[in-house]
């Protein structure tokens, strides 16, 4: 796992949001966002299939906060 070679803290900093369309690979959002202790490691946005436009509205929405 990239977390494990990374570190927690390296990770989150790499990572802080993903953007992806709603694959079943990224079928369960909470085990990617927080990690098996339950720390928050990042954040998933989805994205509609053949919509990247909505990836920089994503991206936009994020840097707001």
């Known amino acids: 796992m990239l977390e494990k070679d990374l570190g927690n803290e390296l990770f989150e900093k790499t ?36 919509a990247s436009y909505q990836m920089l509205m994503s991206i936009r929405k994020c840097t707001k906060f």
């Open 15 to 50: 990572f802080p949001i993903i953007l992806t369309d709603n694959g079943t690979e990224f079928g369960n959002p909470l085990s990617l966002e927080f990690n098996p202790e339950g720390i928050g490691r990042t954040r998933i946005f989805y994205c509609n299939p053949r």
